[in-house]
């Protein structure tokens, strides 16, 4: 694009010229497309593609790298739309067509800078011819690229086109905006059309550069043929809605107030009613009508009180925690079932949640459900993903004004105190039902690991009331069939425990055997809290991160519900010593955030590889998450020097300045806490675990800035 300098470009000059023109013939209908596309015929605005695009590790490096590595097709071809966009778009700033020192016809006083910046070589004598033809310079005005500056004759002609036509002349400004922005629209319009064809072709193959260069060609030398005639229309449609000449101002009112006040005795024989403002809606108290009177019509709440009661604690304090659920083609009187799906070792800390409390919405009211009405909760108490039971009472009603919805019946969940003991919700599901596998002479090695999520799509035998299937979590609870080899493990391992737990090795191997779903453990005696304590003795288990990457999971934080660890604090009291305090904790993370400066190679897409350069941080910090089970210690160190050579050998990576290492943790109130360890600076050398129940973690997101 022969655009990227217009401060210092005559292009808006010469539409300002044919401006004058179209101000003195606008009032006998000028045509004002068809003016402009003949002025500008001669000087055309093109598209231009890097002259490597041939070469497979050039300015194209990236979209063959994204062809290569991303799987995902929609997300492929999201990357490549943004990154061919960029590509083009950079190297058209970078590379206008210009007449500048040392190339032919070039003169080092056209532009401050020492470039002309023009279309093609016949620019300047385009502007002159069309400025003869209008009058606006002498006949005998002839451009002399030795003597005479195009600086200066498009400042003559400016200053003449200003006196004359003043009153309906765009600004330069706006000009190059509209270049630009239809210029911008044409390319991406061309790069969509573009990577279409190139996604169809990888639908067989990964395309080379013979096949991709000539996409390119086609589609911009095509683009190139219209482009001038799409810019043409659009100044015009721009000079079309001047009015000359322009209205004269007329002020507005800035602002106009009115106050007063009254006063009124309310009385229901007056008819008089009160509305209640809530964040669910506006409904009718009926706090007007004297005890004993005829109950309210529905639609209005029979609370003698300006705020509802029944969400409320102790009559005087709101619920710090609701959670409500809205059904659809619910039928009263009923069960449903409700798979509420939450994100394991999400809690921010490890103390007893509270009750739940559960109501339903019966026209204007919130009645508590009785404990009758809660069949069965495999949540238990919202504190892991499970299916709840409802029967539905027969008073439950979908109208009502509290929401601004029609047809659903409304649930909900509230808590007194504590909502930081509650894990976070992914999703809820109505028509939930739980599967078990049945063996069919199935591959009995399937049962390593857990099922993932959205595996089962559909019924083996269909069910005509059934639209569709979905899994949205994986299986869990199975377990391999005992092998000889374990057989003899599992024999020598209670001969020697005994089925009590007396070391630190007892309880290790109690708790492995007891609960399959776990991948390590650790046994602290005399501990407790990152104190020494006697008596007291804490185990801090590690869940199996295999097949958990489901929606709303998180491997970066290796934690298990709050339910398993009273389990497990269960089993062990009834294996171990009455004088023992058991503790079943979650590990306490410490993350690691790196903080540096990086350069990228040339001509790599620096958005796309600046996340590609955070996730294999993440992954090299935490190696768990990309499917290294084993790799979760209690003992890890980590060297700043290590995090200095890994992204130093990145394909991408230049270069890396300036890289900080801190340590931090998240307390019991979510907040942020930098961990000081005595004899190092704010940057760390190298990491130092502070709890004896630690493991290093990394942070979600890294501070990377890039080096221009």
């Known amino acids: 694009m022969n655009y990227p300098d217009f401060g210092h470009s005559v292009y808006p000059q010469l539409i300002t010229s044919t401006v004058m023109e179209i101000a003195a013939s606008k009032s006998s209908g000028v045509d004002y497309y068809k003016l402009i596309k003949n002025e500008l015929s001669d000087s055309k605005i093109s598209i231009k593609l890097p002259e490597d695009i041939t070469e497979r590790s050039r300015s194209l490096k990236v979209v063959y790298d994204i062809l290569q590595l991303q799987k995902d097709d929609e997300l492929a071809k999201a990357q490549i739309t943004k990154a061919l966009s960029g590509i083009i778009r950079e190297y058209n700033n970078e590379n206008v067509a210009s007449r500048g020192p040392g190339q032919p016809g070039g003169n080092a006083d056209d532009t401050e800078d020492g470039n002309m910046l023009v279309n093609d070589s016949g620019f300047v004598q385009s502007i002159l011819k069309f400025l003869r033809n209008i009058r606006l310079v002498d006949q005998d005005v002839h451009y002399d690229k030795n003597k005479e500056g195009l600086i200066t004759v498009a400042d003559e002609v400016k200053e003449i086109v200003n006196r004359k ?212 909760d495999n949540t238990y108490g919202l504190q892991t993903t499970g299916i709840i039971e409802f029967s539905i009472p027969y008073d439950a009603a979908n109208h009502s004004v509290l929401f601004n919805s029609s047809s659903l019946y409304w649930l909900c969940a509230s808590v007194e105190q504590d909502t930081d003991s509650f894990p976070d919700i992914i999703g809820v599901k109505a028509q939930a039902v739980r599967v078990v596998f049945k063996d069919n002479r199935n591959d009995p090695g399937h049962l390593a690991l857990p099922l993932e999520a959205e595996k089962i799509k559909t019924l083996i035998d269909e069910i005509p009331e059934v639209k569709k299937v979905s899994q949205p979590v994986p299986s869990f609870n199975g377990k391999l069939a005992e092998n000889e080899k374990e057989y003899y493990t599992r024999v020598s391992e209670r001969l020697r425990h005994k089925a009590r737990a007396i070391n630190n090795w007892d309880y290790e191997r109690l708790i492995l055997e007891e609960f399959s779903s776990f991948f390590k453990v650790k046994c602290l005696n005399n501990y407790y809290k990152g104190h020494f304590a006697v008596g007291h003795v804490t185990v801090v288990p590690i869940p199996d991160l295999r097949n958990r990457n489901y929606a709303g999971s998180n491997v970066l934080m290796p934690k298990i519900n709050y339910l398993d660890l009273r389990r497990i604090e269960k089993y062990l009291i009834s294996k171990s010593s009455p004088f023992a305090k058991i503790h079943a904790v979650n590990p306490q993370l410490e993350y690691v955030l790196i903080n540096c400066k990086v350069k990228f190679k040339a001509g790599v897409d620096k958005g796309f590889y600046l996340q590609k350069l955070n996730e294999d941080l993440i992954n090299f910090l935490t190696p768990w998450a990309a499917g290294d089970t084993a790799a979760v210690s209690f003992s890890a160190k980590i060297y700043a020097s290590s995090i200095i050579n890994f992204i130093d050998e990145k394909e991408y990576v230049n270069y890396v300045v300036d890289l900080v290492m801190q340590q931090y943790l998240v307390n019991d109130k979510g907040k942020m806490e930098i961990i000081a360890i005595p004899g190092q600076t704010f940057t760390r050398v190298e990491t130092e675990l502070t709890t004896g129940h630690s493991i290093l973690v990394s942070a979600p997101k890294h501070e990377i800035e890039l080096v221009n």
């Open 165 to 376: 036509a003043h009153f309906i002349m765009p600004s330069d400004q706006e000009l190059v905006n509209l270049i630009k922005n239809e210029t911008n629209a044409a390319i991406n319009k061309t790069v969509m059309n573009i990577v279409d064809d190139i996604m169809a072709t990888r639908a067989n193959s990964v395309p080379d550069v013979e096949e991709l260069a000539p996409m390119l060609r086609k589609e911009f030398d095509e683009v190139n043929l219209v482009i001038n005639d799409m810019i043409a229309k659009k100044i015009a449609i721009h000079l079309s809605a001047v009015e000359i000449p322009p209205p004269p101002y007329s002020p507005l009112v800035n602002t106009m107030s009115l106050n007063y006040s009254s006063e009124k005795e309310l009385s229901a024989d007056d008819n008089d009613r009160i509305f209640r403002i809530n964040p669910l809606g506006i409904f009718e108290a009926a706090i007007l009508y004297p005890s004993g009177d005829v109950a309210p019509a529905k639609g209005v709440t029979s609370d003698q009180y300006i705020f509802p009661r029944s969400l409320l604690n102790s009559s005087t304090k709101e619920m710090p925690g609701m959670f409500f659920i809205g059904i659809m083609d619910l039928v009263p009187n009923q069960n449903v079932s409700i798979l509420v799906q939450l994100a394991e070792g999400s809690r921010i800390n490890d103390k007893k949640s509270p009750v739940v409390n559960w109501f339903y919405l019966s026209y204007d009211n919130w009645v508590q459900l009785a404990s009758d009405n809660i069949v069965s």
